[in-house]
């Protein structure tokens, strides 16, 4: 797959998008380490586009670390944008040396110009009635069986809550198979609360970067996952060949269960990683993926997706 924005210099990685209704223009916000930087200390930089053709570079608008005293010391991770009351909040993964990985917070007034919340972690992993493991450090021992993250952001129709569902890990069952998507809901922003676990096929350790979406009175849960995060068992089934895909799964309801039906696999014939969805000018969805060619790794072109009878979410390649 090609890429077709990435910046001027350094690496870009996880990327989530914002349709800013009024002013009609795209906020492309994605992980990214200056050229020259430490490998794995990241950032959250900025495009914006008009038409998602073309995309206008905006520079670097949250790092870790910069407020003294801040409990995230060590780098930012992927997270999602709202609005709220007149302001726009962004809820992103902090990963600090005392909580591992965890929520937190950030606001702008104009989608440019951001600034972290003093506020500690959103929620912990205690904050789930004892049913999810907590996020661990990387490394110690296990890197792929880390997760409290990713959180993705959205509304309900009459419902004045702000919900999101997290990259995270149920404590019972095979271990290979414990990754799900956990869902909390706020009134302010600050106090969150446990909802339940979105059930969905015991296949992955991690379930990456989700995004839930509802389309024809159809809910879908959107994840990516590499070979080593996809059980032995399933791996064949899942994967194929390939070292990594995005995954959807199919529910009638927000409560799930989720399930793999139609097209579970939103590209099905190449490796693709970190999708996501968003309306184009013209009123139809496209998706993002992450492209990576000859060590480089970008944006892809905005690419139609449909939503097919039988379950699923089609890439339109």
Known sequence: MDIHYKPESGRLWDHWIYQDLRSKMYHLYYLFIPSGGKDGAWTVAHATSKDLKEFKEEGIVLEAGKKQGHWIDRHLATGSVIEYKDRYAMVLTGHSSRYGEAPCLAWSD?????EL???GPLVLPETANGELEGSGDWGK???DCCGFCDPYLFKLDNDENFY????ARIKSGEK????R???FSSLDMYNWKFERILESPHCFKRMETQQLICRNDRWYLIFSSWAHLVSDDCKQEYLGQ???????FTSSGLEGPYERIGSFRIFPDESAYICKIITAPDGKDVVF???MNNGETGISKAIPVSYPLEGGISACV
Do not use: H, M, S
């Not at 104009?110 to 951001?114: G, I, K, Q, S, T």
């Not at 290979?176 to 990754?179: A, D, L, M, N, Y």
């Open 117 to 119: 919340d003093d506020c």
């Open 164 to 167: 999101f569902i997290l990259n």
């Open 242 to 248: 390939d070292k990594a895909a995005a995954f959807v």
């Open 176 to 179: 290979q198979g414990r990754g």
């Open 181 to 183: 998507a956990a869902l």
């Open 141 to 143: 021992p296990d890197p």
């Open 110 to 114: 104009d989608l440019y110009n951001w």
């Open 289 to 291: 993926t992450i492209a």
